[in-house]
Nanobody, 128 residues
Framework: VQLQASGGGFVQAGGYLRLSCVASGLTFSSYAMGWFRQAPGKDREYIVGISKNGRNSYYSDSVKGRFTISRDNAKATVYLDMSNLKPEDTAVYYC??????????????????????WGQGTVVTVSS
């Protein structure tokens, strides 16, 4: 299983970035997906997750209203659109996959420990 995150970069405050995470080696539509981030000197934190059917999502308060998660199961890809970026959004961003039961179509895991696979991270730097 591989999760390949990309799209990070350097952006000014108020700017926009789109992160992508391409999954391989798994049945993507059987997995809920999530994005986490780890800022320098801090623990990794959950920011948003999406159910395996893409119809449900759950955002942390820190990004609600600014970030949008989406997925394309045909492309085995999950996206994170980040708008109105702030310096405090500077972090390494990780995507993660959680294998869920077939009946859990609306389930959105928010605990780091629930996720089975992790990508390598992509760096986002927001200047003030």
């Amino acid at each position: 299983v591989q999760l390949q995150a990309s799209g990070g970069g350097f952006v000014q405050a108020g700017g926009y970035l789109r992160l992508s995470c391409v999954a391989s080696g798994l049945t993507f539509s059987s997995y809920a997906m999530g994005w986490f981030r780890q800022a320098p000197g801090k623990d990794r934190e959950y920011i948003v997750g999406i159910s395996k059917n893409g119809r449900n999502s759950y955002y942390s308060d820190s990004v609600k209203g600014r970030f949008t998660i989406s997925r394309d199961n045909a492309k085995a890809t999950v996206y994170l659109d980040m708008s109105n970026l702030k310096p405090e959004d500077t972090a390494v961003y990780y995507c993660a996959a959680d294998r869920v039961y077939s009946s859990q179509t609306a389930y959105v895991p928010s605990q780091e420990s629930y996720y089975d696979y992790w990508g390598q991270g992509t760096v986002v730097t927001v200047s003030s």
